[in-house]
């Protein structure tokens, strides 16, 4: 069953506009962290922000931000003035039972000028 | 900082043989992952080592196997290569699981296996 669940397999935005991506997942673990990897063309993943699941205070990192919805099990990223190199698959990522990382299946965020 | 290093780059191999693939992790990290990552699809976990033990294996088959060396960094075995096996294989390191169950991991490039 899939447990790191991201519903949108692609989205776009325009330069400069404010875009969303969801993930949501299912852990039984107290305390941990969830992230956001981006992965552009060149292959290599790239953190982009992690969020500590005991601090209530959501994560931000410049444009990029996070809400996070501890009860509901959500965690979804905010790009902020999205710029052409944003452009990328994203992935989420939560522990599920004995595996420090599991991800999502991605979603493909294009810019448009 | 040196970040994790993933060889060969790319690697090409028939049916049947054999494939090594090497990382080595970030100075300081003690975990290494390894990750499956077939074209236009996400990443399946496929191995985590901490200091040198095999802590999880994902839903693989035996032939895949790897180990962990007193320096950290890691070998992946792929035997019997099928044609399903062509995919990236991403290695990612970080701190040990005794500081945190899952800490950020770190990845390397990856090395892109091609099975003809």
């Known amino acids: 069953a899939q447990t790191v669940t991201q519903s949108q397999p692609e989205m776009s935005v325009q330069e400069a506009e404010t875009v969303t991506l969801s993930c949501t997942y299912d852990?039984?673990?107290?305390?941990?962290?969830l992230f956001w990897y981006k992965q552009p063309p060149s292959r290599q993943m790239i953190l982009v922000i992690r969020?500590?699941?005991?601090?209530?205070q959501n994560a931000t990192e410049n444009r990029f931000s996070v809400n996070f919805q501890k009860a509901a099990k959500s965690f979804s990223l905010k790009i902020s003035d999205s710029q052409l190199g944003d452009a990328a698959m994203y992935f989420c990522?939560?522990?599920?039972?004995?595996?420090?990382?599991?991800f999502g299946k991605g979603t493909r965020l294009s810019v448009i000028a | 900082e040196a970040g994790v290093t993933q060889s060969p780059t790319h690697l090409i191999k028939t049916r049947g043989q054999q494939a090594t693939l090497r990382c080595s992790p970030i100075?300081?990290?003690?975990?290494v992952y390894w990750y499956q990552q077939a074209l236009g699809l996400g990443l399946q976990f496929l191995l985590w080592?901490?200091?040198?033990?095999?802590?999880n294996r994902g839903n693989f088959p035996p032939r895949f196997s790897g180990r962990q060396f007193p320096n950290y960094s890691s070998e992946l075995n792929v035997n019997a290569l099928e044609l399903e096996d062509s995919a990236l294989y991403l290695c990612?390191?970080?701190?040990?699981?005794?500081?945190?169950?899952?800490?950020?991991?770190?990845f390397g490039d990856g090395t892109r296996l091609s099975i003809l």
């Open positions: 990612a390191s970080s701190l040990g699981v005794l500081i945190q169950f899952n800490q950020p991991q770190h």
């Open positions: 852990t039984s673990e107290s305390d941990y962290y």
């Open positions: 969020q500590e699941a005991y601090k209530q």
């Open positions: 990522a939560s522990p599920v039972g004995d595996t420090p990382l599991v």
């Open positions: 100075s300081g990290h003690t975990s």
């Open positions: 080592y901490d200091e040198g033990e095999e802590r």
